[in-house]
């Protein structure tokens, strides 16, 4: 029986949906049970609404989203997969995540789908429980070009249970060098290439990363978690095809809920949930399970697609106008959803990303200092910050409001530590941000 006709059968033959419930407004009861809790929800929306969000990572869910993830199917408990559980009175998680599971397969194309990871950070340590041993050699980014704490960071446990050796980029180009990865594959002879990076803002070639995996006679993964929602809408090169796994979060640009998520080919489907469960994790969380079924099916509408377009457009608005106004971009520009900003080139010793960063946030611009690739800076002061179009396209933002965005951080970049600057720019973005509502 598949999936849509199982849930026919459970909503009933006139096909009604239930009432969701008729209890009162949980937020309510929150409200007057818990108001230490429910203030700091509270000062949060208001921090999300007030300011602009430019974290790479983060964004705006669906309300929808947002209702499933808050439901009462984090009350149930289902160790297992659909149809094979450890605890009775799974039939309707079973419909949320077989669904879960059919849009993932359609919207990625992928051959086999595992959707319970709680985290993108859990996938990848999943992958690697599934295709190799322990001390078996992995070549992926280094962290400080780009790469990504389980991409074999040695305070991870893929640095701590794997042996990782790192690619950088060219320090010309600033991209990604496939000749020194070639030279490095020969040299290191790893199990598995890795790529994927969460601050960098250029393609991949997955064709000629499969010809470097074949010729050395390894797997290779892609974490797309940065922009799996680009590649579901076919405006980023597709790494499925080529990959033997692919990982991702759901939220991000794919704007679903916290998550994790693998894709991989059936000659690894077996190997990958069983790594998934009962190797990293117990119990699945259903809630997030049905959430992000609910963020795979609007990533099927032909509105996502124009908002990732604006998503892309607006990047090229944002990295246009900090050109203009002197700020340089990491590889000079973007072909995705982030700018890296390199603030040494501004030339000024104290001018780091934690200034910046900190400068920004008084005038209610959000976003993170980064290392950018050669930084002679350490990680909690950084030469970069990072900045990403996806949570204010959310909101409606375009052009002209990304290039005035732009206006307002290079201002705040030039002079960072003008206090009466940030008060001025942050009145002009509480005025702007009021014709952008926030989705909830
Ligand atoms: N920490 C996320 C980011 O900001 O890119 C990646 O997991």
């Known amino acids: 029986m598949n999936t849509l006709s199982t849930l026919s059968q459970a909503l009933g033959s006139d096909g009604a ?9 949980p937020r309510q009861i929150l409200r007057e049970n818990d108001p230490d809790i429910y203030k700091a929800i509270e000062l949060e929306r208001q921090r999300q609404t007030n300011g602009i969000e430019l974290i790479a990572s983060e964004n705006y869910v669906f309300p929808e989203v947002l209702a499933a993830a808050g439901s009462v199917l984090t009350n149930k408990y289902a160790e297992g997969y659909p149809g094979r559980r450890y605890y009775g009175g799974c039939q309707y998680v079973d419909i949320a995540e077989k669904i879960a599971i059919d849009r993932a397969q359609a ?3 992928a051959e086999h789908v595992n959707v319970q990871p709680h985290s ?18 992995v070549l992926a980014m280094k962290l400080d070009h780009g790469g990504h704490l389980s991409h074999g960071f040695h305070l991870n446990s893929s640095g701590h249970y794997y042996n990782f050796t790192h690619y950088g980029l060219n320090p010309e180009t600033e991209r990604i060098d496939y000749d020194i990865i070639r030279q490095m594959a020969e040299e290191h002879q790893p199990q598995l290439l890795l790529v994927g990076a969460s601050a960098y803002p250029r393609h991949f070639d997955y064709p000629t990363l ?3 995996a074949d010729e050395t006679g390894c797997l290779l993964m892609m974490d797309m978690a940065h922009v799996a929602g680009l590649v579901a809408t076919g405006l980023h090169p597709d790494p499925v095809p080529y990959c033997d796994v692919v990982t991702t979060t759901t939220h991000k640009t794919l704007r679903g809920t916290r998550g994790g998520l693998i894709l991989c080919k059936e000659a690894y489907a077996k190997a990958i949930d069983r790594a998934v469960f009962p190797g990293m994790q117990g119990g699945p969380l259903m809630h997030v399970i049905a959430a992000k079924a609910v963020g795979f099916k609007l990533a099927m509408e032909a509105s996502f697609k124009a908002y990732q377009q604006q998503i892309l457009d607006n990047a090229q608005a944002l990295s246009a106008i900090l050109q203009r106004e002197g700020l340089r971009s990491v590889s000079g520009g973007t072909d995705n959803h982030l700018l890296l900003i390199d603030l040494n080139n501004l030339a000024r010793e104290e001018i780091t990303g934690k200034l910046v960063e900190l400068s920004l946030d008084n005038a209610a611009i959000h976003c993170n200092k980064n290392m950018i690739p050669f930084d ?9 910050i990072r900045l990403g179009t996806p949570a204010a396209t959310t909101r409606g933002m375009k052009e002209p409001q990304f290039e005035q965005i732009g206006r307002w951080i290079a201002s705040i970049a030039h002079n960072p530590k003008d206090t009466a600057l940030q008060e001025t720019v942050r009145d002009e973005v509480l005025a702007m941000v009021q014709a952008f509502p926030t989705p909830a």
């Open 120 to 137: 993108g950070a859990q996938a990848n340590a999943a992958v690697y429980m599934a295709l190799l041993k322990p001390r078996d050699t």
């Open 210 to 212: 499969r010809e470097i």
């Open 17 to 25: 949906l239930p009432a969701w419930s008729d209890q009162p407004d």
């Open 107 to 109: 919207l990625f194309g």
């Open 376 to 384: 002679p800076r350490k990680a909690m002061v950084t030469s970069g």
